[in-house]
């Protein structure tokens, strides 16, 4: 079986700081991750994948994540926030070897403040 | 940018009634999807259909739901029956490959409420 915990429903940070929304997850296999984000009223727009390779991956609007193999952790961070970036974030993961859908953490909403 | 697509964005109807969900999903994409959100929960997979039939479901996709692909663009959630639980966000998603490392592309949802 396959799960993800995003252990914080709520972060917030000031623009122009640093951010980080976490993300653990249990896979039986190697993890296939995947980070999305909802603004409201809209659907899942695909952030970023980790697959294999270099454990810091690059995302769209300047969000990267790191993949912690020991940590299982696969945390979205972004250098600089900017109060456009306020939206909910799910992390999603796939197990290599299993089935084909996504395994959807509870999501965690972020506010930049201004 | 291509984009999945999805009507209405807001189903309103009365406990006991069929509901049919629609989605037109990226054009060359050949794996499509859907999930569920009630309010306020997880994100939860329906089900996933490729080459005309189902691959997979959940626990939830029960007799009362069914897919179809009833032309080369539409792809279609039916639920029969329509219960007060079956209120919730339903997304489609389609995906291009067959590999597991393929990204799924999500829509912008349809709420359904369910009175």
């Known amino acids: 079986a396959q799960s993800v915990a995003q252990p914080e429903d709520q972060v917030n940070v000031a623009e122009g700081n640093p951010l980080t929304v976490k993300c653990t997850y249990s896979v039986s296999g190697n993890p296939y991750l995947f980070w999305y984000v909802q603004y409201p009223n809209r659907g899942l727009q695909f952030l970023l994948k980790?697959?294999?390779?270099?454990?810091l991956v690059k995302g769209s609007y300047g969000f990267e994540a790191e993949f912690n193999k020991s940590q299982t952790s696969f945390h979205l961070k972004k250098p600089s926030a900017l109060v456009s970036d306020s939206a909910l974030y799910f992390c999603a993961v796939r197990d290599a070897r299993a089935a084909r859908q996504l395994t959807f953490g509870s999501g965690t909403q972020l506010t930049v403040l201004p | 940018e291509p984009e999945v697509t999805q009507t209405p964005s807001h189903q309103v109807t009365q406990m006991g009634q069929e509901v049919i969900l629609r989605c037109v999903p990226i054009s060359n994409h050949l794996y499509f999807y859907w999930y569920r959100q009630i309010l306020g929960q997880k994100v939860e997979f329906l089900v996933s259909?490729?080459?005309?039939?189902?691959?997979?479901k959940s626990e939830i996709f029960d007799d009362q739901f069914s897919v179809e692909r009833p032309d080369g663009s539409n792809f279609t959630l039916k639920i029969r029956s329509t219960k007060l639980e079956d209120s919730a966000m339903y997304f489609c998603?389609?995906?291009?490959?067959?590999?597991?490392?393929?990204?799924?592309?999500f829509g912008p949802g349809t709420r359904l409420t369910v009175l």
């Open positions: 998603a389609s995906k291009g490959g067959g590999g597991p490392t393929d990204t799924q592309y």
């Open positions: 259909f490729y080459n005309n039939e189902i691959s997979e």
């Open positions: 980790y697959i294999t390779g270099d454990n």
